[in-house]
Every structure is written in structure tokens, then in C-alpha cells.
């Protein structure tokens, strides 16, 4: 059984567009490497591993000063 890694726009998207976020403000704000190609992933829908949707999250909740889960992030 193959899974399917495209899923489509995630949560992600809305949430940084509403919050006037662009992907190189998640990459300025994390602490550990993280690339614009990671932050454009995760916003189409590519499937990631947990350890880069962890990266994703904290970053974000480093540059918006809020608290997410990952389950606000991503449907899958």
C-alpha cells in the first residue's frame, strides 16, 4: 500500500496568513536549522516526519508568541 504525500493546503497556511507570517519569519525565529523549502512543504500539504512538523511548530509558536498544537498545524 503506497500513502499518498501530497494532502493538500494545511491549517498551517492559514494560520501564518492571519498572523501576517511569512515563511522566513518561522526560519529567522527557530533555533534549530530549518529551511524555507521545509516551511513550503508543510503549508502545501507534502507529508512530513514528525521531527520537521515539530521544528514547524515550535517555530511558529516562537514567532507568533502563541501556543499551538500540532493538530492545529496539520490535518494528518
Not at 504525500?5 to 515563511?23: D, H, S, V
Not at 526560519?27 to 502545501?44: E, G, L
Not at 507534502?46 to 521544528?55: E, F, I, P, V, Y
Amino acid at each position: 500500500m503506497k500513502q499518498e504525500r501530497n494532502l493538500g493546503e494545511q491549517p498551517l497556511a492559514k494560520i501564518m496568513a492571519e498572523l501576517g507570517l511569512k515563511p522566513h519569519d518561522l526560519v529567522k525565529a527557530s533555533t534549530d536549522p530549518m529551511t524555507h523549502k521545509m516551511i513550503a512543504r508543510a503549508c502545501k500539504g507534502r507529508w512530513l516526519t514528525l521531527n520537521t512538523k515539530s521544528k514547524v511548530l515550535a517555530a511558529l509558536n516562537k514567532a507568533a508568541g502563541k501556543n499551538h498544537a500540532l493538530s492545529d498545524l496539520f490535518n494528518y
